[in-house]
């Protein structure tokens, strides 16, 4: 090292401290303590010598965007679909696919079962389309079922928006998490569950009930049947 970067190089050293501090900041302190010494000088020691601050990179933003729920004027304009757990009597655990119609609220179906991978939710949405006519759009959390090839790959090719709710967001699926609560209430904790069957026969009927004869404020104390008439 040459004579001359030594000089500049311990009248760095000194000005540095235990504080982070940038290379203009560092050329005041040494100036003001060897005012000899030129700004250039300082300037090419300072990075020759490896006294740049490490550059902090600015975390990278995932794709998360807000996506705030929007009520539609006609039915299968968007659909919510979510899950829900419980166990039988056995202990053994059990997972619910709610699928619910934004417009009138309605019920589309529940599907019960141990699992319920993203297979099982195309085939039970397949059946509910058959039934109830295709929607437009689906909205969902970032669950691993919903990001799986194979489902983006259905609704592709089914021409089916996927309006995925913003990560930590529940409320933008407001209408199906309100009503998995009064499913909760009504039907996965008031009941003990002997098996599958008994789960789906106990939550079928529920749902007859929800959708046909329980009159909702939201839809002018009407029920989705009549609200959909």
């Known amino acids: 090292m040459p004579g001359k970067d030594i000089v500049i190089k311990i009248a760095i050293e000194s000005v540095l401290g235990n504080s982070r501090k940038g290379r203009t900041k560092i050329t005041r302190l040494v100036q003001k303590k060897n005012p000899e010494l030129g700004t250039s000088q300082i300037r090419r020691v300072y990075e020759k010598y490896g006294f740049t601050l490490s550059r902090k990179f600015r975390k990278r933003i995932k794709d998360n ?13 968007e659909w919510a679909i ?3 757990s419980d166990a039988l009597l056995n202990g053994r655990r059990i997972r619910t ?6 417009y009138n609220r309605e ?6 079962a141990f699992n319920l991978p993203s ?3 195309i085939n039970y949405l397949e059946e509910r389309i058959e039934l109830h006519g295709k929607p437009k759009a689906i909205r969902t959390d970032n669950g691993p079922e919903f990001r799986s090839k194979l489902f983006q790959k259905w609704l592709f090719d089914n021409n089916i928006t996927w309006n995925r709710i913003q990560k930590g967001k529940p409320q933008q ?3 199906v998490e309100r009503f998995n609560k009064t499913y909760r209430e009504d039907v996965l904790d008031a009941n003990l569950f002997e098996n599958i069957e008994h789960t789906q026969a106990i939550t079928d009927e529920w749902l007859e009930e ?8 939201s839809l002018n104390y009407k029920t989705p ?3 959909a008439a």
Do not use: S, W
């Open 119 to 121: 297979q099982a939710v």
């Open 210 to 217: 929800y959708n046909t004869e329980r009159p909702h404020e």
């Open 82 to 84: 979510d899950f829900m």
């Open 225 to 227: 049947t009549e609200y």
């Open 107 to 112: 019920c589309m179906g529940i599907k019960i």
């Open 173 to 175: 699926n407001a209408i």
């Open 65 to 77: 965007p807000a996506n705030p729920i929007e009520i539609p004027f006609n039915k299968n304009e």
């Open 97 to 102: 696919l709610n699928v619910i119609d934004h």
